[in-house]
């Protein structure tokens, strides 16, 4: 079963194929890799596309999105990338969709009515609902009735409690819908249950902190295999410091902006998502690498913001771990979690009284590894998330 996978988002487009079998359940290698990127130059996108053992990278003229994803489409049968004889060959099309709200907990087939659903909901999620929808009409003239599932980055969050989903405000927000909703649920889905092939044991027996640290980052909660918690809420502004994100605040912080400063709504939104986090208080970069290697050449904002973000990530790690009432073992993934040891040491230095203990030879490999001391009493593993395996699998559960 031949399985296309597209993540549309506003500034860039990625997609892959697989090749599939019923009993697939190591993240094979795609057949086909490629991507748009909206944001090299005015008026054209940057393609690069790898298939076949050749890749091509080129810039074209084209500023229409779906004229775009048609062009990124076509190197699967055109060119040096070519591994296809024909679309038609393509089974499925599986999409990354970020807001399902209160409609969606587990992946669906697209109908018309989906759509609707994705459309209703732009309001939640503005800047992806519009592209994700795009994608799917797009892939609609491209290929025609072949079948699309949407996977929903909300869904694994959908069935957690509702003390946990639910805001303190006026009850007039509950039926309003606003309450926590969480993010980057397929990631966390996918290396929940990797931790758990990864220990030897069912998902349905373990309690798990999954930490998805990356430009945006997110902690969860699973306990039998669900989502009884996470940081991230109403919108993904919510929880851990990121890359340029704030995370939690004040809200008064935001009242006393708006009185002293007066700010606007829009102003606001870019301080916070744009000009917060790691960027805003370094004042270098949202790269994790390039703070810490200002930090280790004594910059003092770096290295506060360096400490900040460590210690917002262990308070909210602690939090997690009463809502899961004990923890067999923690998973650090993301380009952040996969990648820098500094954050996994001093992450996991806060909880050596759980009798957590991480080895002494740590460092990056290729393979998910565990990176507990062989008499840790709290298993910690670092898994490369694969979440355009993921909707595939998807792909193949509905048929």
Request: hydrophobic share 40%; proline share 3%.
């Given at each position: 079963m031949k399985i296309l996978v597209l993540n549309a988002g506003s500034s860039s487009h990625k997609s892959c194929l697989f090749d599939l079998a019923k009993d697939n359940s190591d993240a094979p290698n795609p057949l086909w890799r490629a991507a748009l990127d909206w944001t090299h130059q005015a008026g054209s996108v940057e393609l690069s596309a790898s298939g076949g053992g050749e890749s091509v990278q080129q810039v074209l003229p084209i500023t229409d999105k779906a004229a775009g994803i048609e062009a990124m489409v076509n190197t699967l049968v055109e060119g040096p990338t070519q591994v296809l004889g024909s679309l038609a060959e393509i089974d499925a099309v599986g999409h990354r969709v970020v807001h399902g709200g209160r409609d969606y907990v587990d992946s669906v087939r697209v109908t018309e009515a989906v759509k609707a659903t994705i459309q209703r909901l732009i309001p939640l999620a503005p800047a992806h609902n519009p592209a994700n929808l795009q994608g799917i009409e797009a892939m609609e003239r491209i290929l025609g009735d072949t079948p699309q599932v949407a996977m929903f980055d909300t869904a694994f969050h959908a069935r957690m409690p509702e003390a946990a989903s639910t805001y303190p405000g006026p009850y007039d927000w509950v039926e309003?819908?606003?309450?926590?909703?969480?993010?980057?649920?397929?990631?966390?889905?996918?290396?929940?249950?990797r931790a758990a092939d990864m220990v030897g044991q069912n998902i349905a027996d373990l309690k798990l902190l999954t930490c998805h640290l990356g430009n945006g980052c997110s902690l969860a909660a699973v306990k039998g295999g669900i989502s009884v918690d996470t940081t991230m809420g109403f919108t993904p502004l919510d929880g851990l410091m990121m890359g340029s994100r704030s995370g939690s605040l004040d809200p008064g912080i935001l009242i006393y902006l708006i009185r002293q400063g007066g700010y606007s709504a829009d102003q606001l939104d870019t301080l916070l998502n744009k000009e917060s986090?790691?960027?805003?208080?370094?004042?270098?970069?949202?790269?994790?690498?390039?703070?810490?290697?200002?930090?280790?050449?004594?910059n003092a904002q770096a290295k506060l913001a360096v400490d900040v973000f460590i210690h917002r990530l262990r308070r909210e790690m602690g939090a997690m771990m009463a809502s899961l009432g004990g923890l067999d073992a923690v998973v650090f993934t993301g380009g952040i979690g996969e990648n820098s040891s500094l954050v996994w040491q001093r992450a996991c230095a806060g909880f050596e009284f759980l009798g957590l203990r991480l080895r002494d030879d740590l460092g990056r490999t290729k393979d998910d590894q565990d990176i507990a001391a062989a008499d840790s009493a709290v298993r910690v593993l670092v898994i490369h998330t694969q979440e355009e395996w993921a909707i595939a699998q998807a792909c193949l559960a509905l048929g």
């Amino acid at each position: 079963m031949k399985i296309l996978v597209l993540n549309a988002g506003s500034s860039s487009h990625k997609s892959c194929l697989f090749d599939l079998a019923k009993d697939n359940s190591d993240a094979p290698n795609p057949l086909w890799r490629a991507a748009l990127d909206w944001t090299h130059q005015a008026g054209s996108v940057e393609l690069s596309a790898s298939g076949g053992g050749e890749s091509v990278q080129q810039v074209l003229p084209i500023t229409d999105k779906a004229a775009g994803i048609e062009a990124m489409v076509n190197t699967l049968v055109e060119g040096p990338t070519q591994v296809l004889g024909s679309l038609a060959e393509i089974d499925a099309v599986g999409h990354r969709v970020v807001h399902g709200g209160r409609d969606y907990v587990d992946s669906v087939r697209v109908t018309e009515a989906v759509k609707a659903t994705i459309q209703r909901l732009i309001p939640l999620a503005p800047a992806h609902n519009p592209a994700n929808l795009q994608g799917i009409e797009a892939m609609e003239r491209i290929l025609g009735d072949t079948p699309q599932v949407a996977m929903f980055d909300t869904a694994f969050h959908a069935r957690m409690p509702e003390a946990a989903s639910t805001y303190p405000g006026p009850y007039d927000w509950v039926e309003q819908g606003i309450r926590r909703y969480g993010f980057h649920g397929i990631s966390h889905q996918y290396v929940a249950q990797r931790a758990a092939d990864m220990v030897g044991q069912n998902i349905a027996d373990l309690k798990l902190l999954t930490c998805h640290l990356g430009n945006g980052c997110s902690l969860a909660a699973v306990k039998g295999g669900i989502s009884v918690d996470t940081t991230m809420g109403f919108t993904p502004l919510d929880g851990l410091m990121m890359g340029s994100r704030s995370g939690s605040l004040d809200p008064g912080i935001l009242i006393y902006l708006i009185r002293q400063g007066g700010y606007s709504a829009d102003q606001l939104d870019t301080l916070l998502n744009k000009e917060s986090g790691l960027k805003g208080m370094s004042g270098l970069s949202n790269d994790m690498r390039s703070v810490i290697e200002a930090m280790d050449q004594g910059n003092a904002q770096a290295k506060l913001a360096v400490d900040v973000f460590i210690h917002r990530l262990r308070r909210e790690m602690g939090a997690m771990m009463a809502s899961l009432g004990g923890l067999d073992a923690v998973v650090f993934t993301g380009g952040i979690g996969e990648n820098s040891s500094l954050v996994w040491q001093r992450a996991c230095a806060g909880f050596e009284f759980l009798g957590l203990r991480l080895r002494d030879d740590l460092g990056r490999t290729k393979d998910d590894q565990d990176i507990a001391a062989a008499d840790s009493a709290v298993r910690v593993l670092v898994i490369h998330t694969q979440e355009e395996w993921a909707i595939a699998q998807a792909c193949l559960a509905l048929g």
